[in-house]
């Protein structure tokens, strides 16, 4: 058994096209076709990062591609997952890979992984300025790019994967934020449910 790599067809729009690495031009960062940064957000805690435009970006413009840095791991195959991939099988490794993974709405047998890729720092906001086709409103350079976390899929599997390693759902954390138009960090210590609760 293993995980599959750009075998679904997940089609959500343009930002979840599968297309092949070697054929995209990322202009700073991996899966991202516009220029971005990834900083800091101390306010967030300590190392907890986001993903900011260093150029204007245009209303209506796809911002991130699907590419073979996604991990596609079938919900039965996910604690063998997250084993092999915290290296020192630490607790909070295998948090940290949860809390930025994702399920799709329209696949909600698989999760997906993208610990390479740096859309993985892509926070949530309740008022987003970025969704499945692009960009909502034109983004100006020095913002923080973010995505509402309730676009994603819910299935119980990954409620309970996420309930036994103590991390908010994105369908928790979009709710406890959906009155806060602040972003909420995908790596973020508030993203336990010890802290959170």
Not at 18 to 27: I, L, S
Request: aromatic share 10%; charged share 25%; hydrophobic share 30%.
């Amino acid at each position: 058994k293993g995980h599959k790599n750009n075998k679904n067809k997940n089609n959500m729009g343009s930002l979840f096209d599968k297309g092949e690495e070697e054929n995209q031009v990322f202009p700073t960062e991996p899966a991202y076709i516009v220029p971005v940064e990834v900083k800091r957000i101390p306010q967030l805690g300590p190392d907890q990062y986001g993903v900011f435009a260093t150029a204007d970006i245009p209303q209506h413009t796809k911002t991130w591609v699907w590419t073979n840095r996604v991990e596609e791991i079938p919900h039965e195959e996910l604690e063998e997952y997250l084993e092999r991939k915290a290296a020192t099988s630490a607790f909070k490794a295998k948090q940290i890979l949860l809390r930025q993974g994702f399920v799709l709405p329209n696949n909600t047998n698989i999760f997906n992984s993208n610990p390479t890729d740096a859309g993985r720092f892509t926070n949530h906001s309740s008022d987003p300025n970025c969704g499945p086709n692009g960009t909502l409103r034109d983004i100006k350079a020095g913002e923080e790019l973010t995505m509402d976390y309730a676009f994603h899929g819910n299935p119980v599997w990954y409620q309970d994967i996420c309930k036994k390693y103590g991390v908010l759902t994105e369908a928790q954390i979009a709710k406890m934020y959906s009155t806060n138009t602040d972003s909420m960090g995908a790596d973020s210590d508030v993203a336990t449910t010890e802290i959170a609760s």
